[in-house]
């Protein structure tokens, strides 16, 4: 199934996710809107914690504590992809 | 209690221990109830009126303590620490360390690991949300204290954990209560099963931090004997194995906590029936 609106940097970061938790998840059935955490795909933070070590050694984009939209930008793939392509540096 | 525990000193606010806790007891039959149905686990024989009291009495204690620890009065107190040398070896790694506890005596003597003349940059996870009275004293008491602590829950809170570890420094954490947001394991606890939390462990997995266990017992009087023990193993494992791994881990922190337990019954403050599955 493939799922629709995603772009080309969404998917690459939803099969990162997906690699980097072990999710029995297909990494194309992940709703670009749809919340990660909690309700979404069930993650919980620690999960969010290893995501963004991830996102730091793929994409060199380091996630702090001190950036007020932490919570915005772990919402859903589509906030991630965004902010991970505004602030990456590889 | 504060400000009692500030104006007339310890020893005074101590005498006042005696009423409260007759109160409480008298008062909380659910709490006592989990308190009896814990010693008698612990010890293999019913527990006596007396000896709740003495429960409610240390557990009373380490609360009015925490005024005095959080205002840095430590020349009140006898405390002594074992095991300092688990906790230099894992810092000497250079990826901070996860001192990991329970509701077992007081957590908050960690404090009194600065009057050691180290400079120890120490965080405590912590679910305030639910303990608005201790989030308030620690406010009022020691405003510069009440950052050093992290609220539990999201990605902010452990991306703080994270950061703090990266600096080479101490995040406290809680192994021995579950939300209802944590992923849990049951372990065998005085013989029979009760839910862990799996968090603090496959946290400290992801950062790669070394674990040590932490207990701040309460002796009576004004002693307090700060035990540090190795957990043991590499924290570093193997993304496959990794559920397999936590199994083991947190039964065997279940397992030390037992045993620890087992030597300072009186200091086990989790006033709820652990073994309840309900819970």
Known sequence: MEQSGASLFERDLARLIVQTLKLKTDPAVIEPEAALFGEGLGLDSIDALELSLAISQT????????DPQIKTIFSSLRALAAAIEKNRTK | MAWVAQFLGRPAARALLYPICVYYLLGSGSARRAIARFRERALGRPAGWGELFRHYHAFASTILDRVYFLRGQFDLFDIRFHGLDVLDRELAKGRGCVLLGAHLGSFEAVRAMGLLGRQLDIRIL????????????????????????????GIHALLQVKECLERGGIVGAMGDRVTPQDQAIACSFFGSEARFPTGPIRMAHVV?????LFFGLYRGGNRYDVRLESFGG??????????????????????????????????????????????
């Open chain 2, 234 to 279: 590499e924290t570093c494992v193997p993304h496959d194995r990794r559920d397999i791994d936590l199994t083991q881990e947190v039964q065997r922190f279940a397992g030390r906590l037992e045993d620890v337990c087992r030597l300072a019954p009186d200091n086990w403050f989790n006033f709820y029936d652990v073994w309840d599955r309900s819970n």
């Open chain 2, 208 to 212: 790669q931090a070394p674990v040590v």
């Open chain 1, 59 to 66: 994409y060199g984009y380091q996630l702090k504590s001190s």
């Open chain 2, 126 to 153: 912590m679910d305030e949300q639910n303990a608005p009275l201790i989030r308030g004293l620690t406010q009022t008491l020691n405003p510069m204290m009440a950052g050093t602590v992290i609220q539990t829950g």
